[in-house]
């Protein structure tokens, strides 16, 4: 629908998005390809213009070249993508400048003017940029290039501070130049399919939301897995190392899109409001209740694959975690009880992130004897899968046919490749065009972020003042054994790491 | 299980089977067909002879002759299938008599005891055979030839008498030869994979229970839909009807397993208790509940199809409905006003044997604009279909991906072909094994039957007095536009009939 | 409504009732003061007479002394009492004989008829001697006096049997005389008002059904205590022990209405089908789930209470349990895992009968912290009271008045004698009514029974094969230790032995 | 726990609460007796001075004889009364004033310093005033007589606007001197004990919480009815009429707070949002579902009561209501379909105000047939009283002690002066120790306002607009016929109109 909206505003007024960072990788592998996409599939206003801004000094032209290699089309509607990537470069313009300088940023003020030719100018900045410069470039930004009437937004990604306090005094900071209404923190999982799809499937299917609830759900199950290491860029990582990295926001956000109250609307500061109170009603994590592990070198198939500290960009001695595994809980009517577990980590021997909803045993089962001994195996289990492709699958007991009277688990699936044969928007696409929009629902707002650290914070506190050192695990195994120890104090077992192929 | 006992048993045991009515076409394409999948299988006892009796002079040769042209092999399994058929040929034998003389079922029994040779024999007759000469046959075969030592069971297929009187009739003669245990009515319909699934599904997954009521369930329908009509073969259909002939037994069954309680446990008494129990709380079936249709001749591409009159052994005036469509409530705490409506009907459309439960609307949908203006395609919906290809879907609401919030309807499905390559047993044998066990759970119990009819009766016999003439629909279309009023009436969209590929 | 039925017939039919075993205690203290009761009501036939039977010799005269010195008039409608009382001594009459001599029967058989005058005759008999003569006297009144054409009724009472194998036989042997339907196995417990009044809470009240099940339920309570002892008459009681005597016939015939599935009707097969389920659903009692006791004497406020073994007619080392506590399980869907805790007693400081469900803690309680520590205390608690006096109460949670946020447990609640001023009726009353009018609901039928005894007998066997010893507790205390530990082996605090009044 | 706060801080600092129009009603029969009672009951900080403020000129003396004549002492706790108030009486001062003048609320701000001598001072103003002066007041006193360290905090009472706009309006005024945190707007009724409770009663209480919802809830009706008119003082009531008196705001904060999701926490904060969220889900009332009524005169017993319009300070012709019934409706998943009635009216037959909670009938209900004719009666019902007596009550079927099976309903109760018997502090002792505490909960955001606005504003305009008449009714009356039929269209039945005494 505001597609609508920018249809009649359109003529008059211009849309510029300044990527910081230009000559950054995510820039160059997510944002300007994700900007084309939006632009190929008509989901820009008309008068738009894309400014790169860094410290490198390059002409319009380079920054051209360099964009234009990672641009693709859609593989199922090639046709015009030529003309169109051209098209798009053409409003492609590079402004090279110091990050805090604020004479830099009035150049670039300048330049977007002209550009604007009178029309009422909105302005997004993207800061592809690393956090220590974050606060200099809001100030340079907000001060001398803010627009003069439309509205500037800042996407910002993540890392949103390294703890409660760190994380508290940046939001202060970029307070200080911005309203809330004027920052995006970007968490790009948010944008995912199958994570917008979650709050579909329980919001708009009768049959779910009666067992969502501590009566029926055993656990919930959060996982990534990466199936190579740091490979030679371990140096921003070992800084916040697997928990600051994928845990406290990838899988927090998704835990609490998840767990939460059914909102009053869909609007951004109604389900927002449910998030933050989720995640208050959260116990803070105990070390008891984590198993952190690292990655080591190991031969497999005449291969070496590295450890964690071969990478040259890593200290020697790190005991950085390059895996996490915690046991949450909620203490609230709906979950009280219910273990919610994560489970993150790299150089594991499968990519994989997903959902596991555990279902409760059937009480009084009068199919008992049919299930042999197992009898965890005969629970009904939901899987949501993010990668390697998106599917939903529902676990349910079957007779299997024939005579006599047997049972075995088959899947109720929709893998969404073979319904759904148009390809999948990259997540990028999906929040780029929100922030445009100014739809904030998949955007962190600054008491989500508050509430997440306020969790981990003392977690984290506790594993650093206590140099408590990870369990090795070997490069491309399943990770260390202290994650099932952990996962069967709770009576769970890992669903992604069953005998079939689950 | 049974099979182990068996194991211990069989040295010392003999089983004979005697199908009466041997020369019949169900005995030909179904009986005798099962008797030799089960026998592949290596289901049946080791000591095992086949009979077959009727009024036709035969040799056990003809008979050997007439029946091998309908055994198959499993699909799926085809070696020593030629040896296995000659064993199993190797022991059927033919004895021919009246269906109402003492004296020819001595003779059988005679021919019996020598193949016995001593051992404990136990009998199976399968009464393939009109009603009207049920009672002479059991009488003959339990005065004349009855095991001695062994058990004597008799399986008979509907009908079971026209109306509860009848029926209790049929019930009080058999009894005065048999007991309840002795008797085995056989509903074939009861014998399908997805039939004997369903409480499976019910019962063994923890999902579903919790969405088995009214609370959840908007309504549910039962479809039984054929895509020929009786073809030259409509005298005995005609003395019934399609209410007698599908309704009243196949769908109400499946009801009645649908509808019911959890039993205590899954023995055969307990099973059929708590089916009992779930047709005592039906409210007896009313005029205004019920819509009653006739095929017509119609010329379709060229080719000419015959109305039912048109059919040489139907009566020219006859006002037997061929389709019949009835809403029918149970008045319990579970199922208190939730509309249970079914379909039956010859020459229609589409072949299709199907249960559907449709879901009630999300309680204050945050989606409901998001799904358009047809909020009745945008409920849950559970199919357990039965023909033409077994399966289970659930129809679930997803976000379609891509930008925007678009939803739609997905299907969660089992397909059994896909997920189960094995070919699914014909109905008879799991039938024809369970009574050589002794299993009744499958086989309806003379309280059943007379809670069926008690539910039928009243309305049969007004039909039949106030001489309601059905309404006409062409061959091979979708039935009288009257079903549709009648679902209607409470607020029911057939399921069958959307527009999509249900 | 019975009554209406009986008007019609009574002027040309009479009712006998024949008391076995007139002179005994139990005769006069409750079944000829209950029968004065239901006449005085007007609730027996017009034509009726009561016969008392007995070997003492008596003539009609003497026993109307000794019965008329029991009658009593209800306390709230006095008037006519003494005219009521002199009719209804009229119609008793006596008749001396053996209780296994069929000529004895014989002579009253004679007696009745020249009553009877003729008219259609129905003759109930009452049992009420001692068990080893049961079958002598059914056999006797069977043979030589049931009615010839109206219907002949046997009442008999606890005990039935001493285990499984005792009561099947005795079952096999009033079976040869008597059918089913003639046999009413009276438990007078289920005649208790409150005992009625379960299954109208429970299934005319909203509120009650969902929180009918594990969900919500922590725990049920089932709790006898009699404020006394043997006191002399200790002997029939040795015999068979508390466990016999209290827990297998009244506490379990309440724990299986309280605990069963909605019946399709109130009709008596449908509820007693009902009872059968959930009995057969409960795992036999383990010895590890039982812990027995046996008062010993003590001294209080200068008064001497004697043990249970100074009893005169108890031998000296009887290890008869005076006092037993069990949990037991039903292992349906509805009850998996929840204790059922039962407790009978003797010579206990109070006397009491009682139902207790006591409800689980609130998920997720905001308001845990108002509660101060024990938590326990502050959980729902439903208790339906038949001794001392009948009443129901619910425990919820409060605030208490006043400024602050400080809660405590209040109950709602309904004290019979307040709401209802009339005079209960004795339970005997109820079921002789009920016996007369055919109504079997309130009566054991023989697959109860079983069911009752097989989860007993395996527990009453090892007990007594072990010799194990009762642990003592001394008379007027509140029973032996053990029966805390075993409540709190499953989370379990008994609700009676609270500190307030509960 | 604030209490201990205070302790510590006490000593240096003061409490000085300034009743702005000390003259008035309000302020002499309930701000100051509520006051009194505060500090008898040593709720109040050891330094406070009460100042009344006013345009009479009064000395302090005078002040202190006016307001010594309404206080009392709990009539449970006497002693020391008159010592108690004497010292309370010594406290209170008086200052003369214009409510617009700056300069004289200086005069007072130096005649508060001087009594605060130098230590921390807290200032709480109550403004017990018209609404036209309001803003001056708040300006005045926020300029010229804030605390300069410690806090200022303003109560305003009702009616907070005319409208949405009005409302709005007088919002943004106050925002011009106060901030969100100083404003308390106050609704005694959210300080009655059983408002208080209710959320006590759904969270602290297993039983109730699953009963709270559309699956178990057939209706909600809050109902105020007074028995007397307006009474010479009609003036200010005309210029609002009933729904703007007590619907929009007593009654629709009472059924936000029955309604309401479960709060993360007791927080203010928390409890606030989730009323905001109830009262956003809910349809805008419209003309169709409200019925308006307006008293008249009556002669009964000899005794003439007269109509509205006999009022002399009400306009002869007006139409204001004095009675209303509206029908609401919740969009959300707890609450879709249900209906929430209010009635509310002046010259009734019976002082009341009530919750009444009216469940759904019982499925399949077996005892039916037990019931009669009324169904209607037959369900459970639970009722909140607040006047005349506050008491707790939930209506359950229960058979009828006696023979035979006849059901009735009874009350499970709490009737707090029966179980509470210590005198219930008013709403106000409650509000302004909350006020004084900075406790939030039970004062009215800002957003809330606004969404309770909305809900009546266009309602309020379309009555003005179209000059809708009142149906009149008869003084003492039950009220207009008119809420029969509303609650008839929605199949609901007036609870407080029963036969029985309800």
Redesign the interface.
């Known amino acids: 629908f505001f597609i609508d909206i920018l249809d009649k505003e359109e003529a008059l007024s211009t849309l510029s998005i300044t990527v910081v960072g230009a000559s950054g990788d995510l820039a160059k592998k997510k944002i300007f390809p994700a900007l084309f996409a939006l632009y190929y ?1 008509d ?1 820009l206003p008309k008068n738009f213009i894309v400014f790169g801004y860094a410290r490198s000094k390059l002409t319009d032209e380079e920054l051209r070249n360099i964009i234009s290699t990672t641009l693709t089309c859609r593989i199922d509607k090639r046709e015009n993508c030529k003309d169109k990537m051209e098209q798009f470069l053409k409003r492609c313009f590079y402004h090279s400048g110091e990050y805090n300088s604020e004479e830099n940023f009035a150049e670039l003020d300048s330049k977007l003017k002209k550009k604007e030719a009178g029309k009422l100018s909105n302005r997004l900045f993207y800061l592809s940029i690393p956090p220590n410069i974050f606060v200099d470039v809001v100030r340079c930004a907000s001060m001398k290039a803010s627009s003069a009437y439309g509205w500037t937004r800042v996407i910002v990604e993540k890392p949103f501070g390294r703890d409660s306090e760190s994380s508290a005094e940046l939001t202060r900071c970029l307070k200080k130049y911005l309203t809330e209404d004027q920052i995006f923190r970007i968490d790009h999982y948010l944008g995912k ?1 199958l994570v ?2 979650l709050s ?2 329980r ?5 779910f ?3 969502w609830s ?3 759900i055993r656990n919930v199950q959060f996982i990534f897995s990466e199936d190579f290491g740091t490979e030679g860029r371990g140096g921003y990582f070992d800084n916040y190392g697997i928990i600051r990295d994928i845990m406290q926001n990838h899988l927090l956000q998704i835990l609490a899109l998840f767990a939460m ?6 609007d951004a500061e ?1 389900v927002r ?1 449910e998030k933050v ?2 995640l ?2 959260m116990k803070p994590l105990e070390l008891e209740d984590v198993i952190i592990g690292q990655y080591k070198g190991h031969n497999k198939g005449g291969r070496a694959y590295p450890g964690y500290t071969d990478d040259s960009t890593v200290p020697k001695n790190s005991i950085t975690p390059t895996f996490a595994a915690a046991a949450l809980f ?8 219910v273990p919610f577990l994560m489970k993150a980590g790299k150089a594991l021997h499968r990519k994989r992130a997903e959902i596991r909803v555990q ?9 008992k004897r ?2 042999g001994t197992d009898l965890d195996k ?3 289990e939901l899987v949501l899968r993010v990668q390697p492709d ?1 599917a ?3 676990k ?8 006599g ?1 047997r ?1 075995d688990r ?5 893998l ?1 490749r073979a ?2 044969p ?1 390809e ?2 990259d997540a990028y ?2 929040l780029l ?1 929100d922030a445009i929009a100014g739809e904030r629902r998949l955007f962190i707002r600054s008491d989500e972020l508050d509430a997440a650290w306020s969790l981990f914070t003392p977690l984290l506190k506790e594993l650093e003042a206590k140099k408590i050192a990870p369990e090795l695990y070997p490069y491309g195994s399943r990770g260390p054994v202290g994650a099932h120890y952990l996962a069967a104090k709770y009576n769970v077992r890992w669903g992604d790491l069953g005998g079939e192929d689950d």
Chains 1, 2, 3, 4 share one sequence.
Do not use: Q
């Open positions: 599939e989901c399919e917008e799809n579909v499937l919001f708009s299917n009768l049959i939301e009666p067992l501590r009566n029926y109250e059914t909102p009053v609307s869909l109604d409001n109170k989720v208050r009603s909620i203490n609230n009517a709906r979950w009280d009880g279902f409760r045993h059937v009480p009084g089962n009068l199919y049919n299930f005969a629970t009904n998106e939903i699958y529902l349910i007991n079957n007779k299997v046919p024939g005579l009277m049972l088959s899947d109720l699936n929709l969404y319904r759904y148009t999948i928007p696409e999906r065009l």
